[in-house]
């Protein structure tokens, strides 16, 4: 399986088209069967309503008799900075809850299982490009459901989600963007050698059943 998992390299087709939402699914096939030997479907629903887009997410298991593990992340990016005159180094991220546990990061593409400290001085989160030199900031003992990212007195965005445990920070320094992404699941740690059933991060869905989670931005003054 490539990085970050087969989905985003699937076409979805689309289910429902209309002026302020759409939805899409995806369906096991013999392209992801190859790479993850399990039957599902995942609709993928986008909302706007009242200045706000919702993105909503729902995996059902179409196995029969067998259970559906599996892990699912948001990879959303949002312009750093946000306004054209804004310095890079006046943007943060302030949560909605302090956030002094530790943090996680990866070495090699796999989870490093020593916990870092917490770069997040009680809720707040200075952005600057060396705080990404090891890859992302991967916060899996997050409090918060919510997070606002801009400069005081600036514009901002707000950023909440619901149903997924895990929150991922990320950019390439330098680049142009900041990427806040709710996850379910990360990437393997170094060392596992159990059963993919059995991955840290791993949700599992019984037969017939759903899993849904989703995430919302809308734009905010500071």
Same mark, same amino acid.
């Given at each position: 399986m490539t990085q970050h998992g087969f989905a985003r390299d699937c076409v979805f087709r689309?289910?429902?088209?209309? &002026? !302020?939402?759409? $939805? @899409?699914?995806?369906? &096991? !096939?013999?392209? $992801? @069967?190859?790479?993850?030997p399990f039957r599902f479907r995942l609709w993928l629903t986008y909302q706007i309503s009242d200045g706000k887009l919702t993105v909503l997410y729902t995996v059902r298991n179409q196995e029969e008799g067998r259970e559906l593990p599996f892990s699912l992340g948001a990879h959303p990016a949002f312009r750093w900075p946000l306004e054209k005159d804004g310095k890079r180094e006046d943007?943060?991220?302030?949560?909605?809850?302090?956030?002094?546990?530790?943090?996680?990061?990866?070495e090699g593409g796999l989870l490093d299982p020593a916990p870092r400290p917490t770069?997040?001085?009680?809720?707040?989160?200075p952005l600057r490009d060396?705080?990404?030199?090891?890859d992302a900031i991967i916060f899996d003992r997050i409090r918060s459901r919510a997070v606002t990212f801009g400069r005081?007195?600036?514009?901002?965005?707000?950023?909440?989600?619901?149903?997924?445990?895990e929150l991922g920070v990320w950019t390439k320094p330098g680049a142009p963007f900041l990427c806040i992404e709710p996850w379910q699941g990360y990437a393997t740690p170094h060392g596992f050698k159990g059963e993919f059933h059995d991955k840290p991060g791993v949700v599992i869905v019984q037969p017939g059943q759903e899993w849904s989670a989703s995430w919302s931005v809308s734009a905010v003054q500071g």
């Amino acid at each position: 399986m490539t990085q970050h998992g087969f989905a985003r390299d699937c076409v979805f087709r689309w289910v429902e088209q209309k &002026a !302020d939402s759409c $939805t @899409l699914s995806l369906e &096991a !096939d013999d392209q $992801t @069967l190859a790479v993850f030997p399990f039957r599902f479907r995942l609709w993928l629903t986008y909302q706007i309503s009242d200045g706000k887009l919702t993105v909503l997410y729902t995996v059902r298991n179409q196995e029969e008799g067998r259970e559906l593990p599996f892990s699912l992340g948001a990879h959303p990016a949002f312009r750093w900075p946000l306004e054209k005159d804004g310095k890079r180094e006046d943007y943060r991220l302030t949560f909605e809850e302090p956030e002094p546990e530790p943090i996680r990061r990866l070495e090699g593409g796999l989870l490093d299982p020593a916990p870092r400290p917490t770069p997040v001085e009680g809720a707040v989160l200075p952005l600057r490009d060396d705080l990404f030199v090891e890859d992302a900031i991967i916060f899996d003992r997050i409090r918060s459901r919510a997070v606002t990212f801009g400069r005081p007195g600036g514009l901002g965005l707000h950023v909440s989600w619901h149903g997924f445990p895990e929150l991922g920070v990320w950019t390439k320094p330098g680049a142009p963007f900041l990427c806040i992404e709710p996850w379910q699941g990360y990437a393997t740690p170094h060392g596992f050698k159990g059963e993919f059933h059995d991955k840290p991060g791993v949700v599992i869905v019984q037969p017939g059943q759903e899993w849904s989670a989703s995430w919302s931005v809308s734009a905010v003054q500071g």
